[in-house]
């Protein structure tokens, strides 16, 4: 792989890693239109990057020529065809060492070696945060390449939107809109417990879009007294019900955030504050307290034509960057313009919601507590 930015480009590659979002199968697409449209080719790399470590492992040697014909059809498709893992990061790659205990070895090196030995003039990645670290290293190591952005959570910093997100707010939104009969019928609580690790705006969009009455994100610790006031001044008025919507990152006043699972050099899986809330609700009202966990259900599914919109701009923009001359950047989303921004400021940080933004002031306006 050439680090000279100009040189000319014949063969890319392109890999999605980290979780997956509604819209990777769009950027796809849009990238090996582009790149056929300039008289390059695109290549696939299988799982992240183990198509290029493991290749072994693959009938079709871990990378896939992304032909006209082999992305036709797939925009409106969810997960990725390429695949996909948040695990075996190429910095920290497991492996058994001579006392039969995992290590981590870095494997950035022997990537890079993998491309060159491919004649990969440039890679296009797909991922969030993680992705973007690998990504950095990379492109300091010589790869010329580009990232796109990609999350459900809409928690990375430095572009407005990432694609996903709007597929799962519909969808969230969709099942409080369900949740509305059944609550109001029985008269219950009902404790709805979404995706978006440590940032709330999955909740937060999905909440005021789905008219829930209590929206608990992890930007402002909840008092669990404040959701039961809101349950009993409901009652008080005659509805008999009350949606919770709680963001998997939401933590109580002083307390810490439910955590599923912590394995070491992994990030933690988040789960549990539904049950948490939904217990603690019943034990101080009384109230009759149901859960639904609605999980990897927000990443699945086919994406919105706005995910899908997104999803091939930011394809198509990676393409034509990479002919620009751009090296070691992000694209990203900025007033609805497509822009880039460079790897190292976008990364590490998380994009919060801001309590003084006009969706949360819209949320109090509506009477929607945060608890
Ligand atoms: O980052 C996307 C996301 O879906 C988070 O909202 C969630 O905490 C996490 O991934 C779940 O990861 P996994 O697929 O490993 O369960």
Excluded: C
């Excluded at 991922?127 to 990504?135: E, F, K, Q, R, T």
């Excluded at 070491?264 to 009202?285: D, M, N, Y």
């Amino acid at each position: 792989m050439d680090s000279n930015q100009s040189a000319p480009i014949k063969k890319v590659a392109i890999s999605t890693g980290g979780g997956d979002a509604p819209g990777l199968n769009a950027v796809i697409r849009a990238a090996a239109l582009s790149a056929i449209a300039r008289g390059w080719e695109l290549y696939g790399i299988r799982d992240g990057f183990h198509g290029l470590l493991l290749p072994e492992e693959y009938p079709d040697g871990g990378l896939i020529h992304l032909t006209r014909e082999r992305v036709s059809g797939i925009t409106h498709l969810g997960g990725t065809i390429l695949g996909t893992t948040n695990r075996n990061n190429p910095m920290r790659y497991p492996i058994i060492g001579p006392d039969g205990k995992i290590e981590e070895v870095d494997r950035t090196d022997e990537l890079v070696r993998a491309f060159r030995l491919h004649h990969i003039d440039a890679l296009i990645t797909v991922g969030g945060d993680g992705s973007l670290a690998i990504a950095s290293v990379l492109s300091r190591k010589g790869l010329r390449l580009i990232s796109v952005p990609k999350t459900i959570d809409n928690d990375l910093d430095k572009t407005d939107v990432t694609f996903g997100f709007d597929t799962a707010v519909g969808f969230a939104t969709e099942a409080l809109d369900r949740l509305h009969s059944t609550a109001a019928s029985h008269g219950r609580v009902m404790v709805v417990e979404v995706m978006g690790r440590y940032a709330g705006w999955i909740a937060l969009h999905s909440g005021v879009a789905g008219s829930a009455d209590v929206i608990l994100i992890p930007e402002k610790p909840y008092d669990i007294n404040k959701v039961v006031e809101k349950i009993r001044e409901r009652d008080t008025r005659g509805n008999k019900f009350t949606i919770v919507v709680v963001a998997e990152g939401a933590a109580p006043l002083g307390g810490a955030i439910s955590v599923v699972e912590k394995e070491a050099g992994k990030a933690e899986r988040l789960g549990g504050v539904g049950e948490k809330v939904a217990a603690e609700i019943h034990e101080i009202s009384g109230k009759e307290t149901r859960v639904v966990v609605l999980g990897h259900l927000l990443r699945g599914g086919s994406p919105t034509a706005l995910d899908r919109l997104t999803a091939l701009r930011f394809g198509a923009a990676a393409v034509r960057g990479l002919e620009q001359g751009e090296g070691g950047v992000m694209v990203a989303l900025e007033a609805q313009n497509v822009k880039y921004v460079p790897i190292e400021e976008a990364m590490g940080k998380m994009k919060m919601v801001p309590m003084d933004s006009d969706t949360v002031t819209t949320a109090i306006d509506l009477g929607i507590s945060f608890g």
